[in-house]
C-alpha cells in the first residue's frame, strides 16, 4: 500500500509514517568564518519534506564532521535548523537576554587546522499543516578570522586527512 493511502489514524501514534533523506559526499571547503552571524553551510545539505498529515511530528537529524581553520584557537559555534519555505528558526532555545537561539552550540579545542568535529543535531517539531518545506543548516562562530571546512579535513594528507558523508534525515511520525 503507498504512503499517499494510508488514512489518519491507520497507525498508532509514534509509527513512522515516511522518511526523507539527503547525503553528500561533495566538501565544502574554505565555507567561511560566519563571522558573528548565521548563515547557512550550503545549498547542497537541504532537505524538503511534504507531511502526509498535519497532526504529525517531524524528528530532524543532522550529522556530518566539519574543521575550522584558527589552529590552535577554541571557539564557540552555534548550530540551528532553519526552514527556508518559511523564514523561520527550527527548534531553537528560547530568548534569554542576549544569547544565541540554537539548536546546539559547541567550542573547538584544536591542536591544527585539520583536527575534525563531529556534529550531531536533533529536533523534533510539529508538522502543524502539510505543506511542503525545505530545511537547511545554519551555523554561527563567535569571533571573525577563520574558515571551515565541512565533511573534509583541510589537508589532503594519508595520515590525518579525512573524507566522510553528510547525512540529514526527516522523519514523520504519527501524532
Known sequence: MALTKIRQ??????SILQVVATTSTTAVNDAGAFNQAFGEISTT?????????ASSNLLLEAQFMMNQ?????????????????NSSDV???????????????????HHDQNDPDQINMRAFVSASNTT??????HMRC?????????????????AYGFSCPFLF???????
Open 9 to 14: 489514524g491507520a497507525l498508532p501514534s509514534g
Open 142 to 158: 563567535e569571533a571573525s578570522g577563520t574558515n571551515y571546512d565541512f565533511i573534509q579535513s583541510n589537508g589532503d594528507n594519508a
Open 91 to 109: 527548534f531553537v532555545g528560547e530568548e534569554l537576554g542576549s544569547r544565541n537561539r540554537c539548536t546546539i552550540a559547541h567550542r573547538h579545542s
Open 45 to 53: 545539505f537541504r532537505r524538503a519534506i511534504t507531511p502526509l498529515f
Open 69 to 85: 581553520h584558527a589552529a590552535a584557537n577554541t571557539l564557540v559555534q552555534q548550530f540551528k535548523f532553519y526552514d527556508v519555505t
Open 169 to 175: 534525515t526527516i522523519k514523520e511520525i504519527a501524532g
Open 132 to 137: 511542503a518545506r525545505t530545511y537547511t543548516i
